[in-house]
């Protein structure tokens, strides 16, 4: 397994390459970043929300934070994969007219036209740009070239982005699914109390239905849905300064012990420790 690896403040960088890629290793997951997935070769299917991505060699898949995501990789070819993750606020910090060319990540619902493929955009070029940042080890010239590289890579997605809004794209219009309702329900009401109960009531369904359609959609549980997303909000809240009990609160969490635990099972460390070492970088 290769695997380049450079985090900086507002920004990180991954080119990694898995030549047996094992199904198991791939869990549903999100960011509280956007992340540009250049897809270089293998082969599977990118699960976001409800929304399943037939992958195919140069193309790339936009995630805005808090949208939930996960591989569905075929074992039998090697995966090979470049990762562009950024802080919105940091791409802002350089100079606010960039902010148009966020519209591809936040102006569309949640799970629907992620998926780019080569003939909306050049691939190629794109992935020249991306590759740019390897090969320098100086730290701050990393950033001048990740500062220079970035808006030039979102503008090419802009240009597709505003291609799809012409009434007659292919991308406009995605088929309407009861999964999809629901999952529309979750986010709009994520820091309410949600309950599993409450959700079989409203949409008439089972808790084995309701399983088996979050299993098929995201590749995980309803309950593992909800928590994966608080904890990225939760967790965005505290790193701009909000208090862990505050943040904890907001975002649906009534037992801070439970919030406690399942946020350093999923990050690795306590909320105080993840924003101090974050404040420290």
Not at 99 to 118: D, E, I, V
Not at 125 to 130: G, N, R, T, W
Not at 179 to 197: A, P
Request: hydrophobic share 35%; proline share 5%.
């Amino acid at each position: 397994m290769y695997t380049l690896k450079i985090e900086r403040e507002g920004w990180s960088y991954q080119h990694t390459l898995t030549p047996t890629p094992d199904p198991d290793n791939f869990f549903m997951h999100a960011h509280d970043t956007c992340e540009i997935l250049y897809f270089v070769s293998g082969g599977g299917n990118y699960l976001v929300e409800s929304t399943a991505y037939a992958l195919q060699a140069g193309c790339v898949l936009l995630m805005r934070p808090g949208e939930v995501h996960r591989l569905q990789v075929d074992p039998s070819q090697p995966y090979e994969r470049i990762v562009l993750q950024f802080h919105e606020n940091w791409l802002l910090h350089f100079n606010d007219l960039y902010r148009p060319l966020l519209t591809p990540f936040t102006g569309r619902p949640l799970g629907q036209n992620n998926l780019y493929t080569p003939s909306e955009f050049d691939s190629r070029f794109v992935l020249s740009c991306m590759k740019r940042i390897e090969g320098v080890e100086d730290e701050a010239m990393q950033t001048l070239i990740a500062e220079t590289v970035l808006p030039t890579v979102l503008a090419e997605f802009y240009k597709a982005y505003s291609a799809r809004r012409d009434p007659d794209a292919a991308h406009t219009v995605s088929p309407h699914t009861r999964i999809q309702d629901i999952l529309l329900y979750v986010n709009e009401h994520l820091f309410d109390e949600l309950s599993l109960d409450e959700l079989c009531s409203k949409f008439y369904i089972s808790k084995t239905q309701l399983g088996r359609l979050f299993r098929a959609a995201t590749g995980s549980t309803a309950w593992d849905y909800i928590l994966v997303k608080r904890l990225v909000e939760a967790r965005r809240q505290i790193l701009s300064g909000v208090p862990v009990t505050e943040a904890s609160l907001r975002c649906g969490f009534r037992d801070y012990s439970a919030f406690y635990r399942a946020y350093k099972k999923r990050y690795g460390e306590s909320p105080v420790l993840d924003r101090r070492r974050t404040m420290t970088k």
